[in-house]
């Protein structure tokens, strides 16, 4: 199916010269002169080679057909990590370097959805926002107001982020998948 490059997002899949490749990042640029383009980075599905495409906005681009699937996430050991299909109860292994750096964020019995091409994973897309503890911070200093500057902190997955000055060691705040950045406190 062929679409224009402009249309194109993070995690979709693209048939460029009879290989599968799967978008890592995908911006639209529209310079003040000349034609707007969309930058590509794409990983091969094949061999895991990241390369860079330019096209023209308006160009087409051969996106491969791809199965989109509710998925839950059991556990991770060698061969990878391991999710189940609620309605079949199969379950598929998914290598390391397809879940990337998203990997800290996932959590077990978490819905996510699970891209596959002629039933091999390629992708996975997991939900906008995660609920997580802080287990490390710097204490709150009286007086401080909350319009001042951010404090780091680090999550019950071992990841770091940045928090507003009044959240303290042991809140449940929630965070963005996408790039780790602190939305709120958890409301639970």
């Known amino acids: 199916m062929k679409v224009i490059a402009s249309s194109l997002r993070k995690g979709n ?6 290989k599968l490749y799967v978008i890592v990042t995908a911006e ?14 794409m990983r091969r599905i094949s ?12 160009e087409q681009v051969e996106r491969a057909f791809v199965e989109d699937r509710e998925h839950t996430y059991l556990y991770n050991d060698a061969e990878g990590f391991h999710f189940m299909n609620p309605e079949t109860y199969d379950q598929v292994a998914v290598p390391k370097d397809i879940i990337g750096d998203q990997a ?3 959590q077990e019995g978490m819905a996510v959805m699970l891209s596959t091409h002629n039933g091999v994973p390629i992708a996975i897309e997991l ?16 007086g401080q107001t909350a319009s001042s500057s951010y404090k780091p902190a680090v999550l019950s997955n071992g990841v770091r982020t940045m928090v507003p000055p009044h ?8 965070i ?7 939305v709120e406190r958890a409301k639970d």
């Open 13 to 18: 899949v693209v048939e460029v010269d009879g």
């Open 28 to 41: 639209n640029i529209h310079p003040g002169k000349g034609t707007p383009v969309t930058q590509l980075d």
């Open 47 to 58: 061999d895991g080679v990241k390369v860079s495409e330019r096209y023209r906005t308006t």
């Open 104 to 106: 800290p964020y996932l």
């Open 127 to 142: 939900p906008q926002r995660v609920t997580l503890e802080i287990v490390e911070t710097e204490p709150t200093v009286k």
């Open 167 to 174: 959240v303290a060691t042991g809140t449940r705040v929630v």
């Open 176 to 182: 963005m998948t996408s790039d780790g950045s602190y």
